[in-house]
């Protein structure tokens, strides 16, 4: 799997749309994060279809590739990405404020 980089950045598919995850619903599957092959079809506007996803040796529940979006994370960052009914976030490591008791 080769990820995708531009002006040292790396690109990272998400779904923020709610209804499905695409990363928190398919077994923290890492590949389809920055597959460039899922990368350029999300660029061109494409569909994901199913048939795709197994062309590519990836199994899994694909209901967020509809809301599918590119985050552009500067290489070598470190972040996590969260899930609230089907809606899923990125959170950089270390640039959230948290609380403490």
């Known amino acids: 799997m080769e990820k995708v980089e531009r002006d040292g950045k790396i690109a990272?598919?998400?779904s923020p749309g709610f209804g499905a995850g695409w990363y928190t619903w398919n077994g923290d599957e890492e590949g389809i994060v920055y597959d460039s092959?899922?990368?350029d079809k999300v660029?061109?506007?494409e569909p994901i279809?199913?048939?795709f996803?197994?062309?590519l040796g990836y199994d899994g529940y694909w209901g967020g590739a509809d809301n599918l979006e590119i985050k552009w994370i500067p290489k070598g960052i470190i972040f996590e990405i969260e899930e609230y009914d089907g809606s899923e976030s990125i959170h950089i490591i270390g640039k959230r404020e948290y609380l403490e008791a």
């Open 49 to 51: 279809s199913d048939e």
């Open 12 to 14: 990272v598919l998400y």
């Open 37 to 39: 092959r899922i990368v």
């Open 53 to 55: 996803m197994q062309s």
């Open 43 to 45: 660029e061109k506007g």
